[in-house]
């Protein structure tokens, strides 16, 4: 089976082009071929399929976890779906409709002197904010917003200890926000001292979060810029993550801690968001990369 290795801005997947190879077992496959160290490696496993009968659009795209969980999208991964249909011959379309589990995605794209892509701007769809269709476990009608989480976790009693949060100016008040995945955001002084890999496990499976959860530490530093980082659900620690900008953009509008356009730094790289509120779509613009391609034992 040819794979496709590809990347947004550091979240990187291993691509099968369904329209040329079949993948019986997704859920089997996914933590094996994504492997760091006997597989090819990455943060799980995308698959370019034709869409659904009877869904108007040009091309699916399947997305699963290192865990071998399927979740129902991926912002990065969603652009390098559009340049792996476009640069490989699937589909030229330009804007392109992508199938999802959010339902069909609309990108446009810009290409280079050889005709391949390099940036992509997605319309994320607009955002979910009541706390059962997120979900969140809390019992209001009302958006999650600014909600204070402090007494939902004896934080002193578990393996990340109390300490980081006066250390990296973290405050646990929580937003909650789905991009057709569940995310929350907090916001912290320096999301460097944050102590992503016990914190980050503890709140994607947490109670209040029923499907689990992406994790985000955000730090403002205008009104137009921030930096996150991200604890993916079924993933662990990723250098970016699209749905979750999305997110932040959403959250720092209801929190008033941004603005409604922002430029998000993230490990892998840098990503443009937008969100003018009012029943409106977030927008994403960022980078799509191909590295390498090779042959998976059958």
Same mark, same amino acid.
């Given at each position: 089976?040819? @794979?496709?290795? &590809?990347?947004?801005?550091? +979240?990187?997947?291993?691509?099968?082009?369904?329209?040329?190879?079949?993948? =019986?077992?997704?859920?089997?496959?996914?933590?094996?071929?994504?492997?760091?160290? %006997?597989?090819?490696?990455?943060?799980?496993?995308?698959?370019?399929?034709?869409?659904?009968?009877?869904?108007?659009?040009?091309?699916?795209?399947? &997305? @699963?976890?290192?865990?071998?969980?399927?979740?129902? &999208? #991926?912002? +990065?991964?969603?652009?390098?779906?559009?340049?792996?249909?476009?640069?490989?011959?699937? #589909?030229?379309?330009?804007?392109?409709?992508?199938?999802?589990? +959010?339902?069909?995605?609309?990108?446009?794209? %810009?290409?280079?002197?050889?005709?391949?892509?390099?940036?992509?701007?997605?319309?994320?769809? *607009?955002?979910?904010?009541?706390?059962?269709?997120?979900?969140?476990?809390? *019992?209001?009608?009302?958006?999650?917003?600014?909600?204070?989480?402090?007494?939902?976790?004896?934080?002193?009693? $578990?393996?990340?200890?109390?300490?980081?949060?006066?250390?990296?100016?973290?405050?646990?008040? &929580? $937003?909650?926000?789905?991009?057709?995945n569940p995310h929350v %955001?907090?916001?912290?002084?320096?999301?460097?001292?944050?102590?992503?890999?016990?914190?980050?496990?503890?709140?994607?499976?947490?109670?209040? @979060?029923?499907?689990?959860?992406?994790?985000?530490?955000?730090?403002?530093?205008?009104?137009?810029?921030?930096?996150?980082? =991200?604890?993916?659900?079924?993933?662990?620690?990723?250098?970016? #993550?699209? =749905?979750?900008?999305?997110?932040? #953009?959403?959250?720092?509008?209801?929190?008033?801690?941004?603005?409604?356009?922002?430029?998000?730094?993230?490990?892998?790289?840098?990503? @443009?968001?937008?969100?003018?509120a009012n029943d409106e779509?977030?927008?994403?613009?960022?980078?799509?990369?191909?590295?390498?391609?090779?042959?998976?034992?059958?």
């Open positions: 089976m040819q @794979f496709i290795k &590809m990347h947004g801005i550091g +979240n990187d997947y291993v691509y099968v082009n369904g329209f040329e190879e079949s993948v =019986t077992d997704p859920v089997s496959l996914a933590p094996v071929i994504a492997d760091r160290h %006997t597989g090819v490696g990455g943060d799980g496993l995308i698959l370019l399929l034709p869409a659904e009968e009877g869904v108007d659009a040009d091309v699916r795209m399947r &997305m @699963f976890n290192a865990d071998g969980s399927e979740s129902e &999208m #991926c912002g +990065n991964g969603i652009r390098c779906v559009c340049k792996l249909a476009h640069d490989h011959g699937v #589909c030229t379309n330009n804007p392109m409709k992508i199938q999802t589990g +959010n339902g069909v995605l609309t990108l446009q794209y %810009t290409t280079d002197d050889n005709n391949k892509i390099e940036q992509v701007r997605v319309n994320m769809g *607009k955002p979910i904010l009541t706390p059962a269709k997120v979900p969140v476990a809390i *019992k209001q009608d009302a958006p999650v917003v600014d909600y204070d989480m402090a007494g939902h976790l004896d934080w002193a009693n $578990t393996p990340a200890g109390d300490a980081w949060i006066e250390h990296s100016g973290t405050q646990l008040r &929580m $937003t909650c926000v789905s991009m057709g %955001t907090l916001y912290s002084r320096d999301v460097a001292k944050v102590p992503l890999e016990t914190v980050g496990p503890l709140l994607e499976r947490h109670p209040l @979060f029923p499907a689990r959860i992406n994790v985000h530490f955000v730090q403002v530093h205008s009104d137009s810029e921030v930096t996150m980082r =991200t604890w993916e659900r079924g993933s662990g620690i990723t250098l970016a #993550c699209g =749905t979750g900008a999305s997110a932040v #953009c959403v959250s720092g509008v209801l929190t008033q801690k941004s603005g409604p356009e922002i430029l998000a730094h993230l490990p892998g790289g840098d990503l @443009f968001l937008q969100w003018d779509p977030v927008y994403m613009t960022g980078p799509a990369t191909e590295v390498f391609t090779g042959n998976w034992p059958g």
